[in-house]
Structures are given as C-alpha cells and as structure tokens.
C-alpha cells in the first residue's frame, strides 16, 4: 500500500506503511519509482514490518534510500510472547505489574467486550489531554471497529459497579496482536484497571490464536538506556514505557523510516523544515 500526502505547495510525500511486505523493495522499486515521478512525489517513506537487520540497512542504503529524520511509527516497541501457558505468562512479569494485575480483579474490577465507539472517543480525547497525545476522531476509531471486528478485532472495557474505568482497542492478525489505543479515567485509578485491561487483551490474542502481542511503541533507545532512564523521565513515550515494562516482554527495533528521494533540492528543505521545527521545539 502507497499513501500519498500533500505536505506543502510542491511537497508530496509518498508513504509505504509498514511495508513492503512479503519480503524487500527491491523489486517493486521500479514501480514504485515510476509511480512516484508520475505523481512528482518529492520523496518516498518506508517503514518495513522488519526488525533491524544490518544487512537489510545495506541494502537498503544501496538501492538509495537513507535513514528518515521523521519517522512516522513508532521503530522500538516490547513484545511478549504468548506462546507459554497462561501462568509462565504471568510469572515473566514484573511483579509490581502482575500484583496490579491482581488487585484489580480483587478490588471488584472486571473486564468485557465493548461497542460504544463514541464512549471511547470521549475517554480517548480526556486522555489525550491528560496525557498530551493526539487522539484520532470518533469516526476514525469507528471505522477501525467496522472494518475488523469481530473476528480481527475488540474493543475492551474496564469498569467498576458498572463505571466506565478504561478501554483500549485490540488488533490480530495472522499470529500477531497489536494494542493500538487505550483510553483511561482519572477515577479509581488505584484499582489499577489498566492492568487487567491488558492482561484480558493477552488472553483474547491468546484466543484467536496469536503467538506475540505487540504493545507498540516506546522510547527509541537501547534497553540499558530506557532502563536507566524510566524512572527520571515522563516526557513523550517514557510513561508508557514505564507501564509497558512490567508486562515482561521483548524490547524489539524494527528497521524504522527510509527515505528515497527523487527531488534533492526539495528534500534538502524538507530535512532543513525539520530541524527547524526541532529547534523550535527544543
């Protein structure tokens, strides 16, 4: 799949979301550069459903392309894996996160599949704000619900005496699961129902059959770094980091954003546009 996005007069970007899959670019580069001029593309985006290979970055790097300043998904992310038996799930976690995991259940909170897309677009936009995240629009969570549910896809609800705690949105495909969006209320948070929202997330991926449950996303860097610097840190993906380590899983790279570009003097701009914006930022 190819996105094209208009960034600017005269800057269109090409995208290649988690892709391509079912192996390299090699030989659907010269489509894909035919494509790309026809629609005077300024520059084509991959992110490759891979993890970091140094081999693959060679050649990469030989058919033209060189690391993107701006990816667009998040490259690091923990995985854990499914595989065992519901206990040595369990036992491989932080043991903080599986007493959470506990309390909630004791401290009366359950878990159930959910329909109300315009309840979690609420609570998605108070977390957002809580948080400082953007969030996506009702109609976006609602056609990601449609499109996929109920075979490859659930939403799941957290509540306590019938009060709405948490949600979050669950993704399978194949032997994989993903969790892309969770939402959470600022109420009884000491019952830690994020905790078995996402212990019953494994356990429904379990279900349908997967073998990984990709937490997605946390910090860009090496496992000793986020290790010695969660506990300091609560800027952009170190508190999810924070949660999501507790879970036991893998901190897996992908090969992250690749740039090819067919207009070097607008690309040169767009790299310059960024670090701009970084500065400005900073």
Not at 122 to 147: C, I, N, P
């Amino acid at each position: 799949m190819l996105l094209v996005r208009q960034l600017a007069p005269g800057f269109k970007l090409a995208y290649i979301p988690r892709g391509p899959v079912g192996g390299g670019v090699s030989g659907l580069l010269p489509e894909l550069d035919r494509f790309c001029r026809a629609q005077s593309v300024f520059c084509l985006k991959l992110e490759p459903d891979a993890r970091w290979d140094e081999d693959s970055a060679r050649t990469l790097k030989s058919l033209g392309f060189e690391v993107s300043p701006q990816p667009i998904q998040p490259a690091r992310t923990i995985v854990v894996d499914l595989q065992p038996d519901e206990d040595s799930i369990l036992a491989r976690m932080k043991q903080k996160t599986r007493y959470n995991i506990r309390l909630a259940a004791r401290k009366d909170v359950t878990v159930r599949p959910w329909n109300d897309i315009a309840g979690f677009a609420r609570m998605m936009a108070v977390t957002a704000a809580r948080d400082e995240f953007g969030a996506h629009s009702q109609a976006y969570y609602q056609k990601a619900y449609d499109l996929f549910h109920p075979d490859a896809c659930e939403l799941f609800l957290a509540e306590y005496q019938g009060e709405p705690l948490a949600a979050l949105m669950v993704f399978a495909r194949g032997r994989r699961a993903w969790y892309f969006y969770g939402a959470s209320r600022d109420a009884h948070r000491e019952k830690m129902p994020t905790y078995l929202l996402q212990w019953e997330a494994m356990r429904w991926a379990r279900g349908h059959g997967c073998k990984a449950y990709d937490m997605w996303g946390i910090p860009d860097y090496s496992e000793d770094e986020l290790e010695a610097g969660f506990q300091g840190r609560s800027d952009g993906l170190w508190g999810v980091y924070r949660f999501k380590r507790g879970f036991g899983g893998e901190v897996v790279r992908s090969m992250g954003a690749w740039d090819r570009a067919y207009k070097p003097l607008h690309y040169a701009m767009y790299k310059l546009g960024l670090r701009l914006i970084g500065r400005g930022a900073g």
